[in-house]
């Protein structure tokens, strides 16, 4: 199995095609990066800028660039001594527009006697063996008032037509088949039946869009109701959805594979089973979440099925390693003040599992009470669950999942997971304890994989939607505490991580899983690493940041805005601004908007507050345009932006160095301060940053230059990062023999609570952590490290070191230093 040193994510677009990153193959390979790690390039919807909604797995998608654009991308790469890694999604497929699907066409178009019935998830049994799509529009009265359902208006915008030589229903600009013998033609050709009998003869039934949410029997990603879930745990699903992928591995084209949400299969290490089996043993990651103090399976890493997961857990810990545990108290204090003056829905309760408790139970209540609905329906079937009504089983399945720890179980791997959500359920719910309890067996407690009910196997697939909808985008938008924490596969109420439990993470990854990726940004993260950087400094900042968002609260007020109802939301807002800062304000607003609609409280993405919403944008006007303002808050940023610059090479430094495969994504080995996405997907320029690098490496390495010239400033021109990023994706790829082992070193001294280094066998990473307070105790003093033997340069700055140094000689340039044996 090949394996990478490195691996630079590009996110390939109808605008940023494969052409496009074949382009950037010279440009990345001088930056250091061993592997190009590629977004989904199976044929997508049309227009998507994202790929994760294949329409079909056959084909490399033209609108990127094609097969030969791919096969060319994959074979310069490998020229070029790079290998190739792709994003590849089992799960869904994209069904918005079902004629761009050609399964999901033949689906509706055939029901169950299509040859692709078994591709896809669906309950044929549930509503008269129709599958629901929930596309119809709302009855509107002049009231404003709206009716869920078959609506009868609705239906009288059918229309029935004959388009390409095809009989279609169409319901605006939504098409679908006709099956065979559900219509007649007239002389002309034409369907001569009305559009209302036409689609009652149909084997699927278009509904109100409201009702996805409860009424729907197919699986979807999360409440996606477009995105249609894939059976790949049925042979033939499998092998047809991944024929082009067993062509990149039968050709040698691609020499890796990332796996797009797999929490979602039916049988994840039965999948990835398949996979090595398809590939030949390729390197594969997962994207999968891990709570804290969770671990992936030990058999997937042991057998080699999986390499490990794409690195949300190492950014978990890194970015705790940054943050002074000693802001804990006055930023929850600050939080409490505001969740006090709060009046909207869902803004009191401050207390985190509390608080995701709410969250989950209301998804499960709504937006995927559909899901619970059909694991009730599959639960019913059980004898030993016969007593119970379809009601009391909807609601003990409701609360088992809301009190889930984690994203899913792997059973019997995991079981203490369920376990502990069946006590945690009865505890809370003494009134459905006894369905609780009935349902332990069923859902797999005590019971051996191969004996699994299809009841567990579904609850498993289903515990993800609900941690994923409940905590990531809901209670993430409410907890505002710290929201560099609030990141994905964080635990916010884990608020810090010393040195000492950060080396032991690091050691345990070395010996267990050291092929796994390390990241710090995705395409997915609520917050890029160098807004994340920044934040966190309002850890050691707290008090100034309370007067900073009282002073603002108050001018707009003054200004006639607020208090708004929820407060934390200001907070939120406040501090996304901050990390971004500076920031245009259509940037700000979009954001401000997409975190409120998350967070549910004032306003929602469906029948949301515009009142509210309008009075959410004047605030961001009032920081961005009041002189006085946007003075003080200016006048923050400036107090904080050198500890942020600080933090983002520290971060970035322990993230390319410490054990696992580093990831880059895309634009991120400079300063790149992005929200959440679309944000976070905007193009980057790979022309101006090659140009940059080119600048640094002839400073750095121009013998006339004196040393301290050879260093860029710490600024929002990223160059000290990109000059980082560029010396250890080097190191790690051309002398990957310096980076066998791990050893933690400890400083000794006044300051050394400041410093965190470890020696990788031969590279020893050096990083500042918690800068304004060892500036406001006056620097590193007397403060030294003990190098291991030998003699030592830093790849950084060229300085040469031997022995015990002083940590003041050795981070003089820069807050962070590479040494390589000399």
């Not at 060229?798 to 003041?808: A, D, I, K, M, Y």
Request: hydrophobic content about 40%.
């Amino acid at each position: 199995m090949r394996t990478p040193a490195s691996t630079y994510r590009l996110q390939i677009t109808e605008n940023f095609d494969l052409d496009d990153a074949a382009a950037q193959i010279e440009h990345l390979r001088t930056l250091g990066i061993d592997w190009l790690y590629l977004s989904p390039v199976l044929r997508a919807t049309k227009g998507s800028t994202h790929g994760y909604d294949v329409v079909d797995p056959t084909l490399v998608d033209p609108d990127r660039g094609g097969k030969e654009a791919f096969d060319r991308l994959c074979r310069a790469a490998h020229d070029a001594g790079m290998g190739v890694l792709v994003d590849v999604v089992p799960n869904h497929q994209g069904v918005a527009e079902p004629r761009q699907n050609p399964w999901w066409w033949d689906l509706l178009r055939q029901g169950q006697a299509s040859s692709h019935a078994d591709v896809f998830d669906v309950d044929w049994e549930a509503f008269d063996g129709k599958l629901m799509i929930p596309v119809l529009g709302d009855d509107t009265d002049d009231d404003g008032a709206t009716a869920a359902g078959q609506s009868e208006k609705a239906l009288a915008d059918l229309t029935v037509r004959v388009e390409d030589g095809e009989p279609v229903l169409a319901y605006w600009d939504n098409v679908y088949p006709l099956a065979e013998g559900t219509y007649t033609l007239d002389t002309a050709g034409q369907i001569a039946d009305s559009p209302a009998e036409v689609h009652d003869r149909q084997h699927y039934r278009l509904v109100n869009w409201r009702t996805g949410d409860r009424g729907l029997n197919y699986r979807r990603f999360f409440t996606v109701t477009t995105l249609a879930g894939v059976r790949v745990e049925n042979p033939d699903a499998l092998r047809e959805s991944h024929t082009e992928i067993k062509r990149w591995f039968d050709e040698e084209l691609v020499d890796g594979l990332r796996i797009d949400h797999p929490d979602g299969l039916r049988d994840p290490g039965r999948y990835f089973t398949d996979l090595q089996e398809l590939t030949g043993g390729a390197y594969v990651l997962i994207e999968k979440i891990l709570e804290p103090g969770e671990k992936l399976p030990h058999e997937w890493l042991e057998t080699g099925a999986t390499a490990g997961t794409t690195g949300y857990d190492a950014l978990g810990t890194v970015d705790r390693l940054f943050v002074d545990p000693a802001g804990a108290y006055p930023l929850t204090t600050l939080d409490a003040a505001l969740r006090q003056g709060s009046t909207a829905q869902g803004t009191q309760e401050g207390n985190w599992p509390r608080m995701i408790h709410g969250t989950k139970r209301a998804v499960v209540d709504g937006a995927l009470h559909a899901e619970v609905e059909r694991l009730a329906r599959e639960a019913e079937t059980e004898p030993a669950l016969s007593a119970f009504s379809h009601g009391r089983l909807v609601d003990a399945l409701s609360e088992v999942l809301a009190n889930f720890e984690v994203y899913r179980t792997y059973l019997p791997e995991g079981v203490e997971h369920l376990e502990s959500a069946l006590r945690r359920a009865s505890a809370a719910r003494p009134d459905v304890a006894e369905v609780i309890e009935a349902l332990g067996p069923i859902l797999g407690v005590g019971t051996a994989e191969s004996d699994l009910t299809p009841v567990a196997r579904r609850f498993q697939q289903t515990s993800g939607m609900v941690m994923a909808k409940g905590v990531e985008d809901a209670a993430f938008y409410r907890y505002s505490r710290l929201t560099s924490l609030t990141e994905v596969g964080g635990d916010p109420s884990v608020f810090a991580v010393e040195p000492d439990q950060a080396h032991a993470e690091f050691e345990r990854r070395q010996r267990e899983e050291p092929l796994a990726m390390t990241t710090l940004s995705t395409h997915d993260t609520k917050r890029s690493e160098s807004v994340r950087a920044r934040i966190s400094v309002l850890a050691e900042a707290a008090k100034d940041w309370a007067s900073t968002v009282s002073y603002v609260e108050k001018q707009a007020a003054a200004a006639g805005i607020g208090p708004l109802a929820d407060r934390t939301l200001v907070n939120l807002v406040l501090q996304a601004m901050l990390g971004a800062w500076p920031i245009e304000r259509d940037r700000a607003v979009e954001y401000a908007l997409k975190a409120a609609r998350e967070a549910q409280t004032a306003t929602a993405w469906v029948d949301g507050s515009a009142e509210f919403e309008e009075e959410l944008t004047r605030f961001v006007d009032v920081v961005l345009t009041e002189p006085s303002v946007r003075g003080a808050f200016e006048g923050f940023v400036r107090r904080v932006e050198q500890a942020g610059y600080v933090n983002a090479l520290g971060q970035k430094l322990v993230q390319l160095t410490m054990p696992g495969v580093p990831d880059v994504y895309q634009g991120s080995e400079q300063w790149a301060p992005a929200l959440v996405d679309p944000d976070n997907r905007r193009p980057v320029d790979h022309a101006q940053i090659a140009q940059r690098l080119a600048e640094l490496d002839k400073r750095r390495d121009d013998p006339a230059v004196p040393r301290v010239h050879s260093v860029p400033a710490l600024d929002d021109t990223g160059d000290a990062k990109l000059l980082l990023a560029s010396r250890a994706l080097r190191l790690r790829r051309d002398h990957a023999d310096l980076f066998t082992d791990y050893t933690p070193l400890t400083a000794t001294g006044s300051a050394a609570e400041h410093l965190f280094a470890f020696d990788r066998g031969g590279a020893v990473s050096v990083a500042t952590r918690l800068p304004l307070g060892l500036a406001r105790d006056g620097g590193w003093g007397d403060t030294v490290l003990e190098l291991p033997a030998g003699a030592w340069v830093d790849e950084l700055t060229g300085g040469r070191f031997e022995g015990t140094v002083r940590v003041s000689g050795l981070l003089d340039l820069l807050p962070v230093a590479l040494l390589r044996r000399a």
